[in-house]
């Protein structure tokens, strides 16, 4: 590697880049054996109450797709939170979407 390409890289890494906000709310979901499940925790105790909404694509028994969304506002504190729960579903097709924001 040139010294060229190693002072680039040092300026990169040294400066600030894109800024990321640490997430206020962590999810986690599963789909097996006929049901599935979204818990939520909010993880960050100086962050407001979060709005969420949710969106996540579940394979039937059956051998259908089906779209589950809501939304639900968890409160700090809030640990290991039932947002979703039902049955009728043998696997997840995608990871649960979940966007929140926070409510003032």
Not at 74 to 96: H, K
């Amino acid at each position: 590697m040139s010294w060229i390409r190693i002072a680039a890289v040092t300026a990169l890494v040294g400066c600030p880049g894109i800024a990321v906000a640490k997430e206020a709310v962590s999810c986690g979901g599963a789909a097996m054996l006929g049901g599935a499940q979204l818990n939520c925790s909010h993880v960050e105790p100086a962050a407001p109450p979060q709005f969420c909404t949710f969106s996540w694509a579940l394979h039937t028994m059956a051998g259908d797709q089906k779209v589950v969304e809501g939304t639900f506002l968890l409160p700090p504190g809030a640990a290991n939170v039932t947002v979703y729960q039902g049955g009728g579903f043998d696997s997840a097709l995608s990871n649960p979407i979940v966007i929140c924001r926070a409510n003032k």
